[in-house]
């Protein structure tokens, strides 16, 4: 065959890459082709494929037979304006078939994303390896986990998963920094028809199960929605861990009051998603995590348009005291924020520890290590505020000064102290309950005297833990002043 003919032969072969007949079958089940999925992805018309042609058994034969072609499409495009890669399975080619064709092509495109220092997004829906392939295929997804590894902490990683996501590619996905998953999919290490036949209680691969342990970032409704959830998502990330420019084009007055914090934390058990409402840019927040360790909230946010990661106890959860779980959460957030340059802003105001969690089992002391090492090594510019009460160790670990933290503010209203006013009276005035004709009362007028006292921020201020105790309606105004002035940390550390 002349050069001329195989060259037409190869554009027709590329037109046919997808069949109409097995497209419609999957729009009909509610699925799509991966050229379907990138497009929601990509800025109109600047998706641009790599390796497309690329077959487990390549010939000198040119050949329309979209069977033949792998079972994932790769390439790059521009998410609202920046460089993005991406590999997407096909469920329309081989089912998405996983091979070892397959793999060197989304090798390949983890090599170029490193080159251009831009992010990788993977999708996944696939019914599983092709298992003909043998060793070969296993191999293969060995190579994808080494280059994904390779590439953790260089460039965001972000794993959508609209479809089958099981054995193999489940620790893929898992590899990756934020994990987007829609309703209807599977994602589970074990097929899911194996783990009900040997007894799973509920359906341990389905997105609702995976948000509640806290195995994937975001769920979505739609892919459509997944999809919003990932262009959010890289809205707020760099391109890579050297890059500083990130715009997301929300803009709020840095000096806009916020008198309506006083109230609301004034509530008892308010939800702190309130008050950062009222911290951010335009309102807008962009939670992670929200399945799991629900005592801490976990996202993004701009404040004066300097983007910030959000770790915030909130006294609306059903326990707001610390837990392992939400503290691993914590965690692992502040990590990726530190990875990223990503200012951390914590906000305060926990009982303190979750005994009924260690009581259980958990693994607390090492999930409250891992949240005090976090801030510790924490190198990126950190903002701490004491909204309500924080006594005992858990001031110290949500993000103190001695762990860290840049500058520290308190509302004038927050309580802070080495023991609550029941412990503090029962442990160390119980000389004053002696003799009392009324105990209740006496009890009730002490703690009330310890309160004010011994739990205000004014003590922790006189030592140095505290920068600046101010009112509830200058919250805003302080946080992004506190962060300007931070701006350039990281450049000045490293000279």
Same mark, same amino acid.
């Given at each position: ?7 037409e032969s190869?554009v027709k072969a ?5 069949d ?6 999957l729009h009909?089940?509610g699925?799509?082709?991966a050229?379907?999925?990138v ?11 790599? %390796? ?12 329309a037979?979209?069977?033949?072609y792998?079972?994932v ?12 890669f991406?590999y ?7 089912n ?12 390949a ?26 060793i ?9 986990m ?23 590619? #489940? ?5 990756a920094?934020?994990?987007?998953m829609?309703e ?9 028809s ?5 007894? /799973? ?9 995976a ?7 975001l769920? /979505? ?9 990932v ?15 990130v715009?997301?084009?929300?803009e709020? %007055? ?16 308010y ?9 951010a ?5 962009l ?7 629900k005592?801490?909230v976990?996202?993004f946010a701009?404040?004066?348009?300097i ?6 106890n ?5 326990? #707001? ?9 914590a ?12 200012s ?6 926990? %009982?303190g ?7 259980k089992?958990k693994?607390?002391v ?5 949240l /005090? ?7 990126v ?8 009460? #924080?006594?005992?160790s ?9 762990l860290?933290?840049?500058?520290v503010?308190?509302?004038?209203? #927050?309580?802070i102290?080495?023991l609550?006013p ?51 309606e200058d ?21």
């Open positions: 065959m002349d050069l001329q003919k195989r060259s190869l590329k037109k046919s890459l997808v109409k007949t097995v497209a419609d079958k009909k089940a699925k799509f082709t050229y379907d999925l497009a929601q992805l990509f800025d109109d018309g600047t998706f641009v494929e790599t %390796n497309a042609y690329v077959k487990a058994y390549a010939n000198e034969i040119s050949t037979d979209t069977a033949e792998e079972g499409v790769c390439g790059y495009g521009a998410v609202d304006g920046r460089l993005t991406v997407a399975q096909n469920a329309a080619r081989l998405g078939a996983f091979s070892k064709a397959a793999a060197e092509k989304i090798a495109l983890y090599d170029m994303a490193k080159k251009n220092g831009a992010p990788v997004v993977s999708v996944f829906d696939s019914n599983g390896a092709k298992v003909e392939e043998g070969d295929v296993l191999a293969g997804y060995g190579k994808v080494k280059k994904a590894c390779a590439l953790k902490g260089k460039v965001p990683q972000i794993a959508v998963i609209v479809g089958n996501c099981a054995g193999a590619a #489940a620790t893929v996905a898992a590899l920094d934020v994990t987007v829609a209807g999919a599977s994602y589970s290490v074990t097929p899911a194996v783990l009900e036949s040997n007894g /799973a209680s509920e359906n341990v691969a389905s997105a609702e199960y948000s509640s342990k806290g195995m994937v970032s769920t /979505a409704t739609t892919t459509a929605e997944a999809f919003a959830s262009k959010e998502v890289l809205s707020f990330l760099p391109s890579n861990k050297l890059d500083t420019n715009y997301t084009g929300v709020d %007055n840095p000096n806009r009051a916020t008198p309506e914090v006083a109230s609301v934390v004034a509530g008892a058990s939800d702190m998603h309130a008050v950062i409402s009222a911290i840019d335009g309102a807008k927040f939670e992670l995590g929200a399945g799991k360790g005592a801490i976990t996202g701009t404040v004066n348009g983007v910030v990661g959000v770790v915030a909130n006294p609306a959860a059903k326990d #707001a005291k610390l837990c392992a779980g939400c503290m691993k959460k965690a692992d957030f502040i990590g990726l924020c530190d990875t990223f340059g990503i951390v802003l914590t906000l305060v105001d926990t %009982n520890f979750c005994a009924e969690c260690e009581a089992g693994d607390f090492s999930a409250s290590a891992l /005090a090492e976090s801030y510790c090594k924490a190198s510019p950190m903002v701490t505020v004491n909204v309500g009460e #924080a006594y005992g858990a001031f110290t670990l949500m993000g103190s000064k001695e860290g933290a840049d500058m503010i308190a509302l004038d209203s #927050a309580k102290g080495v609550k029941g412990a503090g009276v029962a442990m160390m005035w119980s000389e004053k309950m002696a003799g009392a004709k009324a105990p209740i009362e006496k009890r009730k007028a002490l703690e009330e005297e310890w309160e004010l006292l011994m739990s205000t921020p004014i003590l922790a201020a006189e030592a140095g833990q505290v920068d600046d105790i101010i009112p509830a919250l805003r105004i302080k946080i992004a002043s506190a962060l300007e002035m931070l701006s350039m940390k990281r450049e000045f550390a490293s000279l």
